[in-house]
T-cell receptor
Framework: GAGVSQSPSNKVTEKGKDVELRCDPI?????LYWYRQSLGQGLEFLIY????????KSGLPSDRFSAERTGGSVSTLTIQRTQQEDSAVYLC???????????????FGPGTRLTVL | AQKVTQAQTEISVVEKEDVTLDCVYE???????LFWYKQPPSGELVFLIR??????QNEISGRYSWNFQKSTSSFNFTITASQVVDSAVYFC????????????FGTGTSLTVIP
């Protein structure tokens, strides 16, 4: 079946502009995650959605970052007033259950490469 | 606190050589899960394996094998007879029963297989 998809694949923006990144999870997956990967670094957790529960926003680096998940499926990560340090690859992942009692496997999308000039 | 350490930043091997990628983890939870992902140049992370803390049996899948040792908190990954297509960044990750929502990733090991 179809995997996790993300759009756009590349985004170049000017400092101070707002950007929206989109993620389509695997059909039937209830959990959705956003990560940031800076050049040469590991993955930094940003936010997690599970069903209709309130999202876990503990990884968001500042209040310029926000995310929504509409209808329990597609998610949008918004970065307001972008800064050069926001330049990174933003990865989305989904998993079947996302249950804390029995961690299941996360499947990743291809990412969005964001460049802030 | 949970932590994953991949001490090898970059490794280069000649095709057909065997190579082992190290992963050391830290957690105080007794129930936890370990993962390996491959990130080829295309950028998409590909799931390779998941192992839970109660199963120390080593696993082999084709040219890939994994050695899980709780005594040393390690979950090492070996590629036998490496091929150019194995060139990628490999990430080890940890999640626990108490942090099920979060994966803790190592910083990755960049493997280059030279033809």
């Amino acid at each position: 079946g179809a995997g996790v998809s993300q759009s756009p694949s590349n985004k170049v923006t000017e400092k101070g502009k707002d950007v929206e990144l989109r993620c389509d999870p695997i059909s039937g997956h209830t959990a959705l995650y956003w990560y940031r990967q800076s050049l040469g670094q590991g993955l930094e957790f940003l936010i997690y959605f599970q069903g209709n529960s309130a999202p876990d926003k503990s990884g968001l680096p500042s209040d310029r970052f926000s995310a929504e998940r509409t209808g329990g499926s597609v998610s949008t990560l918004t970065i307001q007033r972008t800064q050069q340090e926001d330049s990174a690859v933003y990865l989305c992942a989904s998993s079947l259950m996302g249950s804390g009692a029995s961690t299941d496997t996360q499947y990743f999308g291809p990412g969005t490469r964001l460049t802030v000039l | 606190a949970q932590k994953v350490t991949q001490a090898q930043t970059e490794i280069s091997v000649v095709e057909k050589e065997d190579v082992t990628l190290d992963c050391v983890y830290e957690t105080r939870d007794t129930t936890y899960y370990l993962f390996w992902y491959k990130q080829p140049p295309s950028g998409e992370l590909v799931f390779l394996i998941r192992r839970n803390s109660f199963d120390e049996q080593n696993e082999i899948s084709g040219r890939y094998s994994w050695n899980f040792q709780k005594s040393t908190s390690s979950f090492n990954f070996t590629i036998t007879a490496s091929q150019v297509v194995d060139s990628a960044v490999y990430f080890c990750a940890l999640s626990t029963s108490n942090t099920g929502n979060q994966f803790y990733f190592g910083t990755g090991t960049s493997l280059t297989v030279i033809p």
